[in-house]
Structure formats: structure tokens, C-alpha cells
């Protein structure tokens, strides 16, 4: 069973660092890309950074310069290395992996659970 754990959220000070990562573990043949969303109380989720299996990264406008995504192929990891961090921050972030599982081209997608960022003095 294929399955993506979120860890390393917490509460952090204004101007703070938090490091999220996402493990995906089961059978996995390869993962074509992996995304970090968050969705704040009453706001829709959005997209914060995504990878690609070639290493390309997109971000969004809000956390550019701020925020870094990283990705290690061998352990199908993502990480989320998260600097300067505001108030405006604060949701819970969910990591997102379209995922192949065998040598067929079809790509599935999977959720983790989710973890909570607050950034809060």
C-alpha cells in the first residue's frame, strides 16, 4: 500500500525556520513529481512548491526566495525548507506525489495526512 507521511510541523516565531518532509514508501516504480500545498482555516488549499522527477521546481509568488523544495530520489523524499516565516504562513500543508507504480505509464495520485504550521509569536 502506497502511502505519503508528512513530518517536522510545529510552531515557529515570526522569522523562524521549519524543515517539513514527506516519505513515500510502498511499491513505488517512480515518482513523477511531488508537491507541497497548504490550506489556511476558511481559505482554499493552494499550491506552494512542487519537483519534478528531472529536478525542476515551481513556487508560489508568495514564498519565493523564502522557501526551498528538495527531493531525494533514493529514499523518495521530499523536503520542504521553509525560511522567514510569517503569520500568513500558517495552515497545514499537505504533500501531494503522482506516482508510478510498475513499468506501465500510469501515473496515480496520493495524499498525505497532512501536517500543522503555526507561526505565531
Known amino acids: 500500500q502506497v502511502q505519503l507521511a508528512e513530518s517536522g510541523g510545529g510552531l515557529v516565531q515570526p522569522g523562524g525556520s521549519l524543515r517539513l518532509s514527506c516519505a513515500a514508501s510502498g511499491s513505488i516504480f517512480s515518482i513523477k513529481t511531488m508537491t507541497w500545498y497548504r490550506q489556511a482555516p476558511e481559505k482554499q488549499r493552494e499550491l506552494v512548491a512542487t519537483?519534478?522527477?528531472?529536478?525542476?521546481?515551481n513556487y508560489a509568488d508568495s514564498v519565493k526566495g523564502r522557501f526551498t523544495i528538495s527531493r531525494t530520489n533514493a529514499e523518495n523524499t521530499v523536503y520542504l525548507q521553509m525560511n522567514s516565516l510569517k503569520p500568513e504562513d500558517t495552515a497545514v500543508y499537505y504533500c501531494?506525489?503522482?506516482?508510478?507504480?510498475?513499468?506501465?505509464?500510469?501515473?496515480?495520485?496520493?495524499w498525505g495526512q497532512g501536517t500543522q504550521v503555526t507561526v505565531s509569536s
Open positions: 501531494h506525489g503522482v506516482l508510478q507504480l510498475t513499468r506501465d505509464l500510469v501515473f496515480y495520485s496520493y
Open positions: 519537483i519534478t522527477s528531472g529536478g525542476s521546481t
